[in-house]
């Protein structure tokens, strides 16, 4: 994962925790990272696949198991092992969404969890919240 992508990652799920604090949200830590082959082969052998999103939010809602959240920026594409992941989950009955702004989370996830109102905690491109 590159940087970029590793600070809009964590901004979402900041803003996510502030406004679901009793909802689940996790990384699955997959790919994308320079890995020596010792290691890339042990994280292989402990179950790591390639193209599983970045994001999951255990709670099932609107007919589906949850929903997996890929992380991109807005000029990155999927690759094709995670179109084909997708594809996979989606047919598993999970939704899978592909997120490139904090307001396309945002709107992902309030579509799918229900609108919450604790506070304004969009996280800021520098990371610090609204005040």
């Given at each position: 994962?590159?940087?970029?992508?590793?600070?809009?990652?964590?901004?979402?799920?900041?803003?996510?925790?502030?406004?679901?604090?009793?909802?689940?949200?996790?990384?699955?830590?997959?790919g994308?990272?320079?890995?020596?082959?010792?290691l890339?082969?042990?994280?292989?052998?402990?179950?790591?696949?390639?193209?599983?999103?970045?994001?999951?939010?255990p709670?099932?809602?609107?007919?589906y198991?949850?929903?997996?959240?890929?992380?991109?920026?807005?000029?990155t594409?999927?690759t094709?092992?995670?179109?084909?992941?997708?594809?996979?989950?989606?047919?598993?009955?999970?939704?899978?969404?592909?997120?490139?702004?904090?307001?396309?989370?945002?709107r992902?996830?309030?579509?799918?969890?229900?609108?919450?109102?604790?506070?304004?905690?969009?996280?800021?491109?520098?990371?610090?919240?609204?005040?």
């Open positions: 994962m590159k940087h970029d992508e590793s600070v809009f990652q964590a901004q979402c799920v900041e803003w996510y925790r502030l406004q679901y604090p009793d909802m689940i949200i996790f990384a699955i830590p997959n994308g990272y320079k890995l020596s082959a010792q890339a082969y042990r994280f292989k052998a402990m179950g790591v696949l390639k193209g599983v999103p970045d994001l999951f939010v709670h099932a809602r609107n007919g198991n949850g929903m997996f959240i890929e992380i991109k920026l807005p000029t594409r999927a094709r092992e995670q179109d084909e992941m997708h594809a996979v989950l989606k047919e598993e009955n999970f939704r899978v969404e592909i997120c490139r702004t904090i307001d396309e989370f945002i992902t996830v309030q579509e799918y969890l229900g609108r919450r109102h604790f506070r304004d905690a969009t996280p800021l491109r520098d990371g610090k919240e609204n005040q």
